[in-house]
């Protein structure tokens, strides 16, 4: 590897750390996410707990959930798209772009399920692994539902993002008629459509060759930098974001021999 190679990704990886993310005007970036000892257990024959000790995302952040199959890489973007309950939160709050703190633990605790549907449908884009594209409806609308959802106009909204990850020619089509790599890109642009301040993708080009993934990749990081969104990707390819300037939380796995549990500790 080249000095300028490495100094490049030595000046990006400052740049993502947490504690150096700027906004605009030069001030540390808000918080979006704030966890402090958040766990959540599977129970059975092999168990699995995944202990969140610290961790804190800001605006704007690029941040890589990097390991290997099983480490609790998905289980840890459900807990922050507030699909999933944790078992145990000392903090686990999320702030809007207005800065209004929601206590998650909290909402949980109180089964206020509505009021963290509205907060995922508002603020949270979530990319999947498989794409989630549905098959009845065609591009345009499977981009739009997010909007329609919250009331929002569309047309404007659905070409902008479309045209910029290069599908607006296909948006009369249904997803059967698209490449996987086109479906992908759907995905993707209907989880940024109503401009959400976090978008969350589960490893969101496992299932395209190198260089669609190479190609896809950069074009969402650009989007989210361009909008000021924070980006929260599970990967087990750090190669192939480290490069973009995302920040590394690894999963550090430690199994309990006597009753053959596996705990899997965040850091990063």
Known sequence: MSGRKKNKKKAKAGKNNSSNVKNEDGQKARVVFQLNRVAKNWSGEHGFELTVPELTIRQ?????????????????????????????????AFFS??????DVAATWKRNNLDGL???RMRHIGYV???????????????????????????????RSVAEKLGIDRHLKKFPAQLSVGERQRVSIARAMAHEPSVVIADEPTASLDPINAEEIMGLFTHLTEEKGV????????????????????NFNLEKDEEKGSVRARVSG
């Open 230 to 249: 924070t980006l929260v990707v599970a990967t087990h390819e750090w190669d192939r974001v480290e490069d973009l300037g995302f920040r590394r939380v």
């Open 117 to 119: 549907a509205r907060a």
């Open 97 to 102: 772009a207005t800065d209004n703190r929601l």
């Open 128 to 158: 999947l692994q498989t794409g989630g594209l549905l098959p009845f409806l065609s591009v345009y609308d499977n981009i739009a539902l997010s909007r329609y959802g919250l009331g929002l106009s569309e047309q404007e909204a659905v």
């Open 60 to 92: 704007g952040e690029q941040v890589a959930l990097v390991g290997l199959s099983g480490c609790g890489k998905s289980t840890l973007l459900d807990l922050l798209a507030m699909i999933l309950q944790p078992d145990s939160a000392e903090e686990f």
